[in-house]
């Protein structure tokens, strides 16, 4: 029987704590090589090796989810708890979906958050700051490349930067559009990750001035039992007193 916290056994619980920062790692080196290889005018010679780089980083993710499934027990029910890693392997060799770039990079982004949980743990504020921050920057990058193919307003990182910030704001201007199918999948990207991480964000201040006004009432009957045990303590004191002056003047 395994513990309720380890449900697929304690062997896969230890080997994902060993390798969740390297593959978030891993992650973050898949999303430059892929910004990288869509660089205006890149030799072909360095975008072979961002190609190769990338099939590296997505042979290592299969491995890793190999392991542990091999090491899991339940191995259907762990395989289908962690689809997401599935996907990232697998979408890389259906040459159908290669046309659609930004697919590609959707379950990357999605396994970088899941990583940056697990990581920085219940710290829901640096959470939501640090997908939030990665979030812009990283649609940013993508939109300035797409758009760079079409003839939109996002001419550089500058503008697309700005863009970013104000789409994931859900505030808009409107002075800045991308143009392109890939700009746009981005941004519609971008618009849900904003929703969810100040709907995050807002959840956990409600719930942080909602435990701090509870946590006065649940320390006060802590507090009624320690001063109770202390005049307790106190009564025995002075009962052992009196009867050590009462042997004393006896005597």
């Known amino acids: 029987m395994n513990d309720e916290q380890y449900p697929h056994g304690r062997l896969v619980a230890r080997i994902e704590h060993i390798t969740e920062i390297p593959m978030l790692v891993l992650t973050?080196?898949?999303?430059?090589?892929?910004?990288?290889?869509?660089l205006p005018h890149l030799p072909a010679q360095a975008r072979a090796?961002?190609?190769y780089v990338?099939?590296?980083?997505i042979g290592l993710f299969a491995a890793d989810l190999l392991i542990r499934v091999a090491a899991a027990e339940g191995r259907l029910a762990y395989l289908r708890e962690h689809w997401l890693d599935v996907v990232i392997v697998v979408i890389p060799f259906l040459r159908p979906l290669r046309a659609l770039r930004v697919v590609r990079l959707v379950p990357i982004l999605l396994r970088a958050a899941v990583g940056l949980r697990r990581v920085v743990g219940a710290s829901r504020l640096?959470?939501?700051?640090?997908?939030?921050v990665l979030a812009v920057l990283v649609s940013a990058a993508l939109v300035?490349?797409?758009?760079?193919?079409?003839?939109?307003?996002?001419?550089?990182?500058?503008?697309a930067l700005w863009w970013a910030l104000t789409t994931?704001?859900?505030?808009?201007?409107?002075?800045?559009?991308?143009?392109?199918?890939?700009?746009?999948?981005?941004?519609?990207?971008?618009?849900?990750?904003?929703?969810?991480?100040?709907?995050?964000l807002t959840?956990?201040?409600?719930?942080?001035?909602?435990?701090?006004?509870?946590?006065?009432?649940?320390?006060q009957p802590?507090?009624?039992?320690?001063?109770?045990?202390?005049?307790?303590?106190?009564?025995?004191?002075?009962?052992?007193?009196?009867?050590?002056?009462?042997?004393?003047?006896?005597?």
């Open 28 to 38: 973050g080196v898949y999303l430059v090589t892929f910004l990288v290889s869509y």
């Open 49 to 51: 090796v961002t190609e």
């Open 54 to 57: 990338e099939f590296v980083v």
């Open 126 to 132: 640096a959470y939501v700051l640090t997908t939030g």
């Open 144 to 159: 300035m490349l797409f758009e760079g193919e079409g003839h939109g307003t996002i001419k550089n990182y500058g503008d």
């Open 168 to 200: 994931v704001t859900t505030v808009g201007y409107g002075d800045l559009t991308p143009v392109t199918a890939e700009g746009r999948a981005v941004a519609a990207f971008l618009m849900v990750v904003g929703i969810a991480l100040f709907g995050v």
């Open 203 to 219: 959840a956990g201040i409600a719930a942080y001035f909602v435990e701090r006004k509870a946590a006065p009432e649940q320390e």
């Open 222 to 251: 802590e507090v009624l039992g320690r001063l109770e045990a202390l005049e307790a303590r106190l009564e025995e004191q002075n009962r052992l007193l009196a009867l050590l002056l009462q042997e004393w003047t006896t005597n």
